[in-house]
């Protein structure tokens, strides 16, 4: 039986395709997806960003989320030593034809980003009745 230490997962950093107006690294939240029957959900874990630094954009089949984060110390304090990264999150996904783009639906709650994405009627899976003569 081998052993697995515990191993604590590194932000990720984003190239970013254009420049952005604001200094700082920007990193690619973890996200989680999953199906349910009525639609795919995405989770996505961007701590510290609030619900009104949060972006989310559909242009031409591509979701696009980006989050903003404000540094956590005040400006009378000075930073000494620095292990948490501060940055801007950003991830983008192409969305297939599966998804109904006009219903979207998100939420923010402790950090985690919640996007449904409903699938279009003609998607879900559905019982065909035989009808006996």
Known sequence: MVEKELQPKAKETVPVKSETTRPG???LPA???????EAI???ADMPGVP???VTIDVKDSQLSISGEIAPPWGEQEQLLVQEYEVGNFFREFTLGQLVDQNRIEAAMKDGVLRLTLPKVEKAKPRKIEIKAD
């Open 25 to 27: 690294r920007v990193f």
């Open 31 to 37: 996200v989680d997806i999953y199906e349910t029957e």
């Open 41 to 43: 959900v995405v989770l």
């Open 51 to 53: 619900a009104d630094k």
